[in-house]
């Protein structure tokens, strides 16, 4: 199943993410960042249905949430995604 990954900076960031996404009705799950996507100690990303990617990427820019990196996840592999 392909899931889209959204960098956050730290775990505060992607707990607000969460948060802000969460009362806009779009679940998404919080999990420390793979050595392999970030050179960031303490980086954690949020995984987003496909269908969510666009609205969610929307409402963390109008709140001030600028996410670092989007990636695509599927089967364990990760692509970078440019963010739109």
């Known amino acids: 199943m392909e899931q889209y990954v959204i960098l956050a900076r ?11 996404l ?11 960042a793979p050595r392999d996507l970030t ?4 980086a954690y ?11 969610a990427l929307t409402i963390l820019r109008l709140e001030g949430f600028d996410p670092l990196r989007l ?6 592999r990760y692509r970078e995604v440019q963010l739109t």
């Open 22 to 32: 969460g009362q806009a009705g779009i679940r998404c799950q919080i999990s420390r």
């Open 45 to 55: 990303i949020l995984r987003l249905d496909e269908k969510n990617v666009a609205q």
């Open 10 to 20: 730290s775990v505060t960031y992607a707990q607000r993410m969460q948060k802000l």
């Open 39 to 42: 050179d960031l100690g303490c």
């Open 71 to 76: 990636f695509l996840s599927s089967q364990g």
